[in-house]
Structures are given as C-alpha cells and as structure tokens.
C-alpha cells in the first residue's frame, strides 16, 4: 500500500439540484459563421483546380464547427473536466484493473512514432530487438516457453490461445471428438463467448462455498470429449484456486489443455507463475497487469505463451534472433509449420508493446513483486474496512487484488453506485460476476493511496447510512453530475451518437 496523499472526496451536495445536459453545448452549438482555428496558406499563383485537379475538391464545405482556437481549446478542457477518469477519480473497476500509468511509459512510446510497419527489418533492429526481449520478458513472467505479441486485445488473446489449442487436437487426430471446453460458473463472459466462436460447447462447473472450482463437480465434468478448461487465477471473486494443481493434473490426465485468463494477473505477478501451476496457454492483458490507459474502448494488447508443446501452432510473424557472419541480428519468423496463421497487422499493438516493455524495465523483478503485493494489500484492507460499515462480503477470506461486496438487504447495489459519484468516485463493477446477488466488485489496484481507500471506505459507509435513514435518498442520485441517472434501456437500445442540427 503507498501512502501518498490521495484525493479527499468532497461530501455529496445537498441541494437537489443539477446542471442540465443543455447547459454544457455541443462545438456545433458554438458555431459562428467566419470564426476559424486555423488558416491554410492559400496558393500562391495556380488554383486549387490546377494544383489538385477539380475532381478532387468538394462541391460545397464540409459542415464543420466554425470557432476559434481558444473556444475550441477551451470547449473540450471543459468537456475533459466533466469526465470521471483515473487521472482525476478513484476508479475502483472490478476486474477491469484501472490503475494509474506513469506519464514515462506514453514518453517511451513516442519515440516510436515516426516508425512505418512497413520499413525493412534491417532499418528497424532496435524496434525488433524491443519486440525480442519483451517476448523473452513475458515467457519468464508466465513461466512459458514462447510467446506471440499480436493479440489486440485479452478476449482477441483468448480467441487466439483457444484456436492454437484446437489446432493441436486437429493435428493429433483428436479433433472431432474433442469438442467441450470447461469454465467456471464466475468466468469472465469473454470464456464461453470465445470458446462458443471457435466451435466448442461450453460445460459449465460451480463454485463451492469456499469461492473456488467445485473440484469434485469439475472432476465430474472432465472425460475425453473434452478439449480445454478454462481458468482464471486469482478468479473473478478474488480468491485464489487453491487446488489448481489438483485441477491441472486432473485435466492433463484426460488429454485436455488447461487455459490461463490472465485478466487477474496483477494479482501473481513476481510471485507466482501460470506456468508453473500447469497451465498450457496463457494470455495477459499488458494494459492491465503492466501499463496503458484502458477503457472507453482501448487500445489493449493480448499477447499469448505457450508450453513448448504448442509452440509450432502459434500465429506469426514471431520476433527471433538470428547468428549472422557478422554477428547477431533480430528478423521476423513467418515459418511455423502448424501456424494457426495471422491473428493481426502487422506485429500487434505497438505502441502499447512499448509501453509494457518500459513498464518491466523501470520496475524490474523486485518492482513487480511490490505491484502485486500492494495490489493485494489494498484489497484487503479495504475488504475489511467494508465489512466494519456494514457491507457483507460474498466470501470473506483473505483476497487477492479484488473482492466482492454487498449492501444489506433493502439496498440495491446500482444506487449506491449511482451515489458515489456524487462523492466524486466512479463507481465499481456491479452485478458481475453473475452468481452473487446485488454484487459490488471492488478492486483498489495497487497505485492508491491510504488516504484514497480510507476516503473510499468512508463515502461508502455514508451512503450505507443514508440509505437506512432516507430510502428516496439513493434511489434519486447523483445529484451533482452533469447528467443525473439515465434511462440505461434507452441508452443502450437508442444511442445518440450523431449530431443533428
């Protein structure tokens, strides 16, 4: 746990009032006729037509916002300041991992800038070699033997990881039979999503009482139709799988391949290795477990390890290293021979490449370590800061990085969601994962304060009360954001998303 000064949320406002959408307008609404922020230098002597060719000018303007440059600089800093974000709000997300991303990372990254996908690898070694090295950084963080960085994303990852491993049944004539993949009932929904789309039916296990796999329910489910299980460790209720060798074991016995979630790994990692744990595949979410703003879309980075055994099945292009006369030099290996074939362009999300890559070297073995260790301290000191205010927790034993909560009976989990922002914080996951009722999943992360969390733990405890004392009073919140609560059914049914004049 760090113990920098954090932010100090402001108490709720009192008056029910709120600013309307309207009172913030649109940069169209600011339009005025003439105003530009920029002016083109017009050409000198020939026309537009003459130097472009009139088949490649427009008919009439685009109808673009007319303002200037201070109104549209002050526009959206205004816009940016009605935000909630993690730069300037507690962003407790649930298994989203929404940390803080020191500015040095985005530095690193712009050095990269002006590279083209296109150049010869030879006029781009030091990219490569970047490339190289985080491959070999990520095969000992996971304790794999390869690794591709093309995935775009941690599902595009799975998408990848779950192709390899039917391939491998193919190859070994087992493919037709081999035809169900395993998940707990608190997977991510991502799990049976992509097993489902590559041609698998999905079997579902439940958890026990203790918060992890029913292993006596799982090792019923397991036989030789199945190809794959799918874990995640720490799961999505925080709690380590304690039996997961059991588990690996059990899988491996009946020819099945155990897949790694590596949503979760912040929690594990400098500790402990998937691996080492038996698993097969593995896939991480860099802009989770190392560096990168996520959320609102992107952009993420799903690189996959594999086990020796699985190596040859892995997308390309893979970054090598390569014995010349003149020495040694980084190229691209577009030849494995049971290639599951290209996942992405090029060789995957670069930029956010770099930024993990500089993530790992400026916090080293020893650094990683503390991100886990702080990562699991937060959550469990805010755990039991929320069990004193009166929240029950789903399964109160010592967590990993998150945990899930709930409100007493008679409060609903979404209001109190909505309250928080009223104390300048943006809310947890909420109702996920699907198997605890009026579920609040909190995850601190490892880059906040003390200060934050007790902050946190106290805004928490004064909605508890508030609820108890005036059951309308949560039910009507926020009452200080710029939009008070949305029709969400509208919202997602009938998005806006296009001005009209």
């Known amino acids: 746990m760090t113990t920098a000064p954090g932010p100090t949320p402001a108490a709720p406002r009192e008056t029910p009032e709120a600013p309307r959408a309207g009172d913030f307008p649109l940069i169209f609404e600011r339009s005025k006729p003439g105003r530009r922020a920029a002016h083109p230098p017009k050409p000198d002597g020939e026309s537009l037509q003459a130097l472009l060719g009139a088949e490649h000018l427009r008919a009439a303007p685009p109808k673009l916002p007319e303002v200037s440059e201070l109104e549209l600089v002050r526009h959206y800093t205004g816009l940016a300041h009605r935000q909630m974000s993690i730069d300037g709000n507690f962003y407790p997300l649930g298994s989203c991992t929404m940390k803080y991303n020191p500015k040095v990372n985005e530095e690193a990254a712009k050095l990269f800038a002006e590279l083209h996908p296109y150049a010869d690898p030879d006029a781009v070694q030091g990219a490569l070699e970047l490339l190289y090295n985080l491959q070999r950084d990520l095969a000992e963080i996971t304790g794999m033997d390869a690794v591709t960085l093309q995935p775009a994303a941690g599902a595009h990852g799975e998408l990848t990881g779950i192709l390899m491993i039917r391939a491998f049944h193919e190859h070994r004539g087992e493919g037709a039979t081999r035809r169900v993949v395993i998940v707990p009932d608190s997977a991510h929904g991502t799990n049976p999503a992509t097993a489902t789309m590559v041609g698998y039916e999905v079997k579902e296990v439940p958890t026990a009482e203790s918060g992890e796999v029913d292993l006596a329910a799982f090792r019923a489910a397991l036989g030789p139709e199945v190809a794959a299980v799918m874990l995640t460790n720490p799961n999505t209720l925080g709690i380590f799988e304690t039996n997961i060798l059991e588990i690996a074991r059990a899988a491996h016995e009946v020819g099945a391949l155990l897949y790694y979630d590596g949503a979760n790994a912040n929690a594990i990692v400098g500790r402990a290795r998937p691996g080492d744990m038996g698993f097969d595949v593995v896939h991480l979410n860099l802009h989770k477990t190392f560096t990168t703003p996520h959320g609102g879309g992107g952009p993420g980075t799903g690189p996959v390890g594999v086990k020796a055994h699985l190596r040859d099945f892995l997308p390309t292009p893979i970054i090598k290293k390569v014995a010349t006369p003149e020495g040694e030099r980084f190229d691209v290996d577009v030849d494995l021979p049971h290639s599951v074939g290209r996942m992405r362009s090029f060789y995957g999300n670069f930029g956010n490449l770099v930024r993990a890559y500089t993530y790992i070297r400026a916090l080293g073995r020893e650094g990683l370590r503390g991100v886990s260790s702080a990562a ?126």
């Open 376 to 501: 699991v301290l937060n959550a469990n000191y805010l755990r039991v800061k929320l069990r004193e205010a009166g929240f029950k927790i789903a399964f109160d034993r010592v967590n990993m990085h998150e945990f899930v909560a709930q409100p007493p009976a008679g409060v609903k989990t979404l209001d109190v969601a909505k309250a928080l922002l009223d104390y300048g914080m943006h809310p947890m996951t909420v109702y996920f994962p699907l198997i605890v009722r009026e579920a609040m999943m909190i995850e601190p992360t490892e880059t906040e304060s003390l200060e934050t969390l007790d902050a946190f733990a106290a805004a928490l405890a004064d909605i508890l009360r508030r609820a108890q004392e005036d059951p309308d009073a949560l039910p009507n919140a926020p009452y200080t954001t710029p939009v008070r609560r949305l029709d969400e059914v509208k919202a997602a049914r009938k998005p806006v998303l296009r001005y009209t004049p």
